[in-house]
């Protein structure tokens, strides 16, 4: 389910700052967090911000692809594999700076069936989204 706040409120690099000691839990103390401030709506909607957002948006899509594939094969080879890798798998490729995250279609395929009454259809997405 989408967050109610503003994509782009994420994305806005000059509104970070180090979120100080006394706001962390005691095993977070020795991290550094960092926390955002929300921009106003006529910062938020000027042009120079859409743009910003649809670039960082189009870099994010360079840079993480997403597959579907089956959990009982390798999504490298396509060969089947005797363990489950569960849910799905995520890979990092630095030297091509990607990320690629691969989702088992064991978790969605009951959502295809036609026989499934409202409560069945809730639980499993309700599975389908906690999942992981």
Do not use: C
């Not at 994420?10 to 839990?25: H, Q, W």
């Not at 967090?33 to 670039?55: C, N, T, Y």
């Not at 989702?103 to 906690?130: C, F």
């Amino acid at each position: 389910m989408i967050n109610k706040l503003r994509w782009d409120a994420l994305f806005a690099k000059d509104n970070f700052y180090d979120i100080p000691d006394s706001r962390k839990g005691p095993e977070d103390v020795s991290k550094h967090l960092l926390g955002f401030r929300a921009r106003s709506p006529r910062l938020r909607e000027s042009d120079e911000a859409k743009k910003l957002v649809q670039d960082e948006f189009e870099e994010l899509a360079r840079t993480v692809k997403v597959a579907l594939y089956s959990a009982y094969t390798n999504p490298l080879t396509g060969l089947p594999t005797l363990d489950s890798h569960g849910y799905g798998m995520t890979i990092k490729r630095w030297g091509a700076k990607m990320i690629k995250i691969y989702i088992g279609i064991e978790m969605s395929q009951p959502l295809l069936r036609k026989d499934l009454n409202d409560a069945e259809t809730y639980v499993t997405r309700l599975h389908s989204n906690r999942s992981g």
